[in-house]
């Protein structure tokens, strides 16, 4: 499968559970990005990894979010004591871009078929 | 990161043109201009993307203004399969991170 896969793909919990999501990117890919996505809008970015390192995190991703990709390859997002407002689409991408690479490069990213999840 | 608006609807005919605009007036000169789509209930999908000059792949064309401030992601023949949510998005280069908007919403009709 040369696609980023997304595990599961839907997800149904009660309130205050927890709950973890797994992506795993293109290989060799050493971009690997969060989005959590509400009905009717776009993405909304969550946080950003570059290989191991997570360089940038959305001021969405509230204490009860937690992401970690520990060897590179595959990154888990974890929601602790989720609420209904947690009842989202999250998506996973995956960039080639490289070290090094500054704003005068560009690539796609390509995205997960996400997990939607439903807080009841 | 550069703010995009784009129409929130748009119709096309089958076998037609399908002509989206961008208006990406705040974009800086090194910010790229991408499209990507989602079909229902899938991911997003890349389309295409461009700087400063014009591009076609075998998806579609993208129109870059000369000053840089609009562009237009043209589907040259639209199928019933293209009916999507088409966002246009500037990238900020160093992160490669997408700022998604509401997108376009075009339905194709036969």
């Known amino acids: 499968d040369t696609g980023v896969s997304q595990d599961p793909r839907h997800k149904i919990t009660k309130r205050g559970q927890n709950v973890t999501f797994r992506c795993d990117p293109i290989s060799e890919h050493n971009r690997l990005y969060w989005y959590r996505q509400t009905l009717g809008q776009g993405p909304e970015f969550l946080t950003y990894f570059q290989n191991e390192a997570q360089l940038e995190k959305s001021r969405l991703l509230s204490d009860r979010f937690s992401a970690e990709r520990p060897k590179g390859s595959f990154s888990t997002l974890e929601i602790q004591r989720t609420e209904q407002g947690d009842s989202a689409m999250y998506l996973c991408?995956?960039?080639?871009?490289?070290?090094?690479?500054?704003?005068?490069?560009?690539?796609?990213?390509?995205f997960g078929q996400g997990t939607r999840l439903t807080v009841v | 990161d550069a703010k995009t608006t784009q129409p929130t609807s748009m119709d096309c005919a089958e076998g037609r043109a399908a002509n989206l605009p961008c208006n990406h007036s705040t974009i800086s000169g090194n910010e790229y201009v991408y499209w990507y789509r989602q079909i229902h209930s899938q991911g997003p999908q890349y389309i295409i993307h461009g700087l400063k000059n014009n591009e076609t792949n075998e998806m579609a064309s993208l129109i870059i203004t000369e000053d840089r401030k609009s562009s237009t992601l043209i589907l040259p023949h639209a199928t019933l399969r293209d009916t999507a949510v088409y966002y246009c998005i500037s990238l900020s280069g160093n992160t490669g991170k997408l700022i998604f908007g509401q997108g376009t919403t075009l339905q194709v009709k036969p």
């Open positions: 991408a995956s960039s080639p871009r490289g070290r090094g690479q500054g704003t005068f490069g560009s690539t796609e990213a390509f």
